[in-house]
T-cell receptor, first 116, second 114 residues
Framework: AQSVTQLDSHVSVSEGTPVLLRCNYS??????LFWYVQHPNKGLQLLLK??????LVKGINGFEAEFKKSETSFHLTKPSAHMSDAAEYFC??????????????FGSGTQLTVLP | NAGVTQTPKFQVLKTGQSMTLQCAQD?????MSWYRQDPGMGLRLIHY???????DQGEVPNGYNVSRSTTEDFPLRLLSAAPSQTSVYFC?????????????FGNGTRLTVT
């Protein structure tokens, strides 16, 4: 069975400062991991994905995430926040369970506020 | 490039009414799904389809029906609306069921049941 824990429901940063959104997961097998962003009144948009290649994954809009198997973490970072980064962010685990189709598990989301 | 299109954007129903939420994708994706999003609960899978003519239940299927007569369309039917079905509904598709296939989301339907 798999689960996803986003450790902070809200994160607030000043514009121009680094962003860190934390995600821990549990998985019985080798999962794929995703980060999605949701702007107000919009659907979720893919930021980046980890698929067992490089452990440091670069995504759109300057975001990146590092897969750390020993820590079962997949934290999302950005060196310098921009006002347009204010949104909700979701960490997602993708795993194939025996005899069934892909199982996707969503974290409960982290709301990022960027202060001027 | 339309992607995933959902209609309507907003809907208000009275308890007991029925309605259909429409979802269409133009990317020739094999996999389609419906999620509901409630505050603090992330997204929960209602139903999904792995191809035309094939559907299956997700985590929270009660009170909802789906069908997949074409590759492009995957409507969600509420048979008898209840206040507990007040939520934001998202349709999402992916190329296939592969672990690495990312989901493409529509912009959602905000449903209120009074």
């Amino acid at each position: 069975a798999q689960s996803v824990t986003q450790l902070d429901s809200h994160v607030s940063v000043s514009e121009g400062t680094p962003v860190l959104l934390r995600c821990n997961y549990s998985s019985s097998y080798s999962p794929s991991l995703f980060w999605y962003v949701q702007h107000p009144n919009k659907g979720l948009q893919l930021l980046l994905k980890y698929t067992s290649a490089a452990t440091l994954v670069k995504g759109i809009n300057g975001f990146e995430a590092e897969f750390k198997k020993s820590e079962t973490s997949f934290h999302l970072t950005k060196p310098s926040a921009h006002m347009s980064d204010a949104a909700e962010y979701f960490c997602v685990v993708s795993e194939r369970e025996a005899g069934s189709a892909r199982q996707l598990t969503f974290g409960s989301g982290t709301q990022l506020t960027v202060l001027p | 490039n339309a992607g995933v299109t959902q209609t309507p954007k907003f809907q208000v129903l009275k308890t007991g009414q029925s309605m259909t939420l429409q979802c269409a994708q133009d990317m020739n994706h094999e996999y389609m799904s419906w999620y509901r999003q409630d505050p603090g609960m992330g997204l929960r899978l209602i139903h999904y389809s792995v191809g035309a003519g094939i559907t299956d239940q997700g985590e929270v299927p009660n009170g909802y029906n789906v069908s997949r007569s074409t590759t492009e369309d995957f409507p969600l039917r509420l048979l008898s609306a209840a206040p507990s079905q007040t939520s934001v509904y998202f349709c999402a598709s992916s190329l296939d069921r592969g672990l690495n296939s990312p989901l493409h989301f529509g912009n959602g339907t905000r449903l209120t049941v009074t």
